[in-house]
């Protein structure tokens, strides 16, 4: 099974219901032996229409902020803990999540085995870290999580989501900030 196989998986998925909802499925997009992944919640409306992840305007911001880091989109994967877009932007279900991560994003990240995955917001970073984790006290700062399922290690480093941070000029200074330190961050790691 390759990234290629899971994407065309998941371009035909009608899993869960958000399948008679979307305009197209967002599997992902980027280097498929990425150091770094990105992680958002689910697609949005421009990503739902184009089945592309990150590219409206968080998604310029974020690759902004790629750029300010020497590396460029293709460099990087991106991708949503699920992948098609949920009606109206509310939150994904517990249990779309569970069924779209059970056959897709663990599956990806095995396969591009980055050396760090970038959650981005507070939906994307739980599922890796119990709920109790707060992304205003642990955003910045690298943690080593082990999959309960899949017994696999990951490094994440929790950021707050770019389409949080766009229009604050604090937490934007801030993700700035946060963003600056992962050269060295994957550096030590690798
Ligand atoms: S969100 Fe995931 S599980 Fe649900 S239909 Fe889309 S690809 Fe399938």
Known sequence: MTLSDI???IK??????LAKTRTNAVPGEGNFSADIVFLGE???KDEDLQGRPFVGAAGKFLTQ???S???????VFITNIVK???PNNRDPEDDEVSVCTELYLWRQLELVNPILIATLGRHSMHRFLPKNFKISQIHGIPKK???KKTGKTFNIL????PAAALYNGALRETLENDFKKIPKIIEKLR
């Open 7 to 9: 994407e065309r998986q």
């Open 12 to 17: 035909a998925c009608q899993e869960c219901p």
């Open 42 to 44: 689910g697609p949005g």
């Open 65 to 67: 902020m790629i750029k």
């Open 69 to 75: 880091i020497g590396l460029k989109r293709e460099d």
């Open 84 to 86: 098609c877009r949920p």
């Open 145 to 147: 999580v082990t999959n």
């Open 158 to 161: 929790p950021l707050y989501h």
